[in-house]
């Protein structure tokens, strides 16, 4: 009688994320698709104790509870054969804006691989050059007096962008002001601006892109870039701004869709070899995985802000809604196999997948 084949064991892969999160992320389709790779996936209750939940072989986390971290290590340190993707310390490191974009406070350099030179038409332009755009924060308890040291250190512009400096979903953490005057910037320093947006915060100058925003989204050795409608400065109106005093909010960019007044101009976008290399070189400097990051094309070479950089990273977010991807389930499934078989190289099947589209998801959000 011939021996039956061994049944495989099957993973179980733990999504330690907000309620709402998780109704969004594990959908019918991935659950479906981990299935049929042997996984099951379960939603941990990140108040609970994680061993009373299941046997966990890999855990993916973003929780901001209280007691989570101190039940998730307790777990791990109990479990030492469960792997926990990204770290605490890692994933901390995007949770404020001053080391969101760290690791590209100074340009780095890529440059194209031998077999894939750029086209004719640049042929001339070998490396393109990425940085994170000038910026500066604003402190609570800041002065008049420290705003203007600041400014004049920075060199900054007018118009600039306020964000809120944590961005680890607290209350206001989604706000977005221009702020056009220093009569604008006093009334945030005073705490005089209009609601939505308050100190800390970090001020980026405004930089002309075009009114196109590259979200790249990132899931281990693979990518996904989407060509979204972004920021654009609308023409000057000396009433428009005297009535604003000098600040307004704006609506948040992740939100934004193709039907927006404020268009989607043509851009070049970033060839596909700079996408690869600038999405390594994050990977490795944050230590993380799974995160998405917004990259414009400033319009003018050399734009005040722009460090003389082709390509700017304005915002990294961790886990972002990698379940408005079309190809999602296929995607996370991918990299968990990855993560569950390391001796094996998923690369030559995952590789990138690259799609671009002109309308976002409605109401699309990133930063939950």
């Excluded at 220093?182 to 308050?198: D, H, M, Q, S």
């Amino acid at each position: 009688m011939s021996e039956q084949p061994q049944e495989q064991k099957k993973r179980v892969v733990g999504f330690a994320i907000l309620p709402d999160k998780a109704r969004k992320h594990i959908t019918g389709d991935l659950l479906k698709a981990a299935a049929t790779a042997n996984i099951e996936i379960l939603a941990i209750d990140p108040s609970k104790p994680v061993a009373e939940q299941g046997n966990f072989d890999l855990i993916l986390q973003k929780c901001r509870d209280a007691g989570w971290r101190q039940r998730l290590l307790h777990y791990l340190q109990h479990h030492p054969r469960t792997r926990l993707i990204d770290t605490f310390e890692a994933v901390q490191s995007l949770m404020a804006r001053d080391s969101m974009l760290q690791p590209l406070a100074d340009p780095v350099t890529l440059h194209p691989p031998i077999n894939d030179r750029l086209s004719p038409e640049t042929a001339e332009r070998d490396v393109f050059s990425c940085a994170a755009p000038v910026q500066a924060a604003l402190q609570e308890g800041c002065s008049e007096a420290d705003m203007v040291q600041l400014l004049n250190h920075t060199q900054m512009c007018f118009p600039l962008l306020a964000k809120p400096y944590f961005t680890d979903g607290r209350q206001g953490s989604h706000g977005l002001a221009l702020v056009h005057s220093l009569e604008g910037l006093e009334r945030l320093v005073k705490g005089t601006g209009p609601p939505g947006v308050a100190l800390p915060v970090m001020l980026q100058p405004f930089i002309e892109h075009g009114g196109c925003l590259f979200k790249v989204y990132v899931i281990g050795c693979s990518i996904v870039v989407v060509h979204r409608p972004s920021l654009q400065v609308p023409p000057e109106d000396e009433d428009i701004t005297a009535q604003r005093k000098g600040i307004q909010i704006m609506t948040r960019v992740s939100a934004f869709n193709s039907k927006s007044p404020m268009g989607c101009d043509f851009v070049e976008g970033p060839p596909d070899w700079l996408l690869d290399q600038l999405a390594a070189t994050l990977r490795s400097r944050l230590h993380l995985q799974l995160f998405n990051f917004d990259l414009v094309r400033p319009t003018e070479h050399n734009a005040p802000g722009s460090k003389g950089a082709d390509f700017l990273v304005v915002d990294i977010n961790y886990f972002p809604g990698y379940e408005k991807l079309p190809n999602h389930a296929d995607l996370m499934v991918g990299f968990l196999q990855s993560q569950l078989d390391p001796e094996q190289d998923q690369r030559p099947v995952l590789r990138r997948h690259l799609s671009s589209c002109l309308e976002p998801p409605d109401n699309a959000s990133d930063s939950e």
